[in-house]
């Protein structure tokens, strides 16, 4: 099994300095929301299995995007689909990339983003998931997945998967040394009908048993009363080994996992639309915290999944 280099030194408990306030206008036209700056500046770069975008190490956030792309290596073609399966949700989450590129930037926070599609291999799957390499998703035999033996596994382990994980453990590594101790956002996006019933949320908030910033979140989004927000739904956040398991639960971080439905961030607008809000809204929760619960100090809460065996078809669906 790859290890992954969670290191757990330089954790600290200080808080960031004042943010910012939020326009006094529109809440989610305010560009000039950026948090703290900081000599501690984490540089972009890009490898074959994934980008960095660079940020303010102290800023006091990081941004996911586990499924940014529906790209494959050349040498695995289409993985034997046609063309077009490629463009569905199976692929990748619609959408997200953009808005996780948008909240980064309007924070001026670091970024990580894989650079594979999900069907390669999920990077928010835990390595023994048996759905960390699909064979069929949502009607769609994986050809080029239907034979995969033991080695070919390792080897997308290897060259894919673990490099992301252990580029997001060495950007979170670095906002640690900086002396403040960051949330994590992770962005995807889910269908708007699934298996012929439409989905009623315009965005949820998923969470295991950490609710410094999820519960915030949700409240927040919900301020707004033409939105429908999922509070672990569309999915649940409890998955063991999956990208906020691994990076945010075992290591005491805030974090929560946002899903936007995909035909409002399937246009550029939709996309700034939601980036504004997302960004306008985390300023804003970190430059007004919860007295009773420090969002931005290393606190271990454990997962549910530690008692709770989570049903398959909901595992294989985030």
Known sequence: MVEY?????????????ALAEPSKGSPYTDM?????????????????????????????????CDHATNDLPPQYGTLGLHPG??????????????????VAARLGAPAVLSRFSRLLIDPNRGEDDPTLVMRISDGAVIAGNRHLDAAERTHRINRFYAPYHNAIAAVLDDCLRTGIVPVIVSMHSFTPIWRGAPRPWHAGILWDKDPRLARPLIEALRLDRTLVVGDNEPYSGILEGDTLWKHATQRGLANALVEVRQDLISTRAGQDEWSDRLASII???????????????????????????????????R
């Open 283 to 317: 300023t804003s929760l970190l430059a007004n915290p919860d007295p009773k619960s420090s969002m931005q100090t290393v606190e271990h809460y454990g997962s549910h999944s530690d008692i709770w065996q989570i049903e398959p078809m909901t595992r294989g669906k």
């Open 85 to 102: 399966e490629l463009s569905r949700h199976i692929a990748y989450d619609i959408g997200a990339q953009a808005v996780t590129l948008g």
């Open 5 to 17: 280099p969670l290191r757990e030194g330089g954790h600290a408990v200080k808080r960031p300095p």
């Open 32 to 64: 000039d929301i950026r948090l703290p700056v900081s000599s501690a500046t984490i540089e972009s770069q890009q490898t074959e299995a994934v980008t960095v975008v660079g940020g303010n190490a102290a800023c006091g956030v990081v941004v996911l």
